[in-house]
């Protein structure tokens, strides 16, 4: 079982990165996924999810700039991010949950800066 996130970088202000998410060993069509994010000195907030029946939801601080989507088919969820501020610098775990099962990626680091 494994969650691999990859697709962070170095970013000036106002530009766009494109996190992936891509599962395996895991039934990835059944299971909620989330994208969580940690700044250093803080704690890890959820930035977006799927909602059950189908919706997505977002942080209050990125709605409107960050998009979450899955492809099922590639067992892989991604996180377009776009309009990057600088207090979005962090390190972007993605998550997947199933009834008692959690599961959490190694993470990715995301610094925006000029």
């Known amino acids: 079982v494994q969650l691999q996130a990859s697709g962070g970088g170095l970013v000036q202000p106002g530009g766009s990165l494109r996190l992936s998410c891509a599962a395996s060993g895991i039934a990835f069509s059944f299971y909620a996924m989330n994208w969580y994010r940690q700044a250093p000195g803080k704690q890890r907030e959820l930035v977006a999810a799927f909602a059950s029946g189908g919706g997505t939801n977002y942080a209050d601080s990125v709605k409107g700039r960050f998009t979450i989507s899955r492809d099922n088919a590639k067992n892989t969820m991604y996180l377009q991010m776009n309009s990057l501020k600088p207090e979005d610098t962090a390190v972007y775990y993605c998550?997947?949950?199933?009834?008692?099962?959690?599961?959490w990626g190694q993470g990715t680091q995301v610094t925006v800066s000029s």
């Open positions: 998550n997947a949950r199933l009834r008692s099962k959690d599961l």
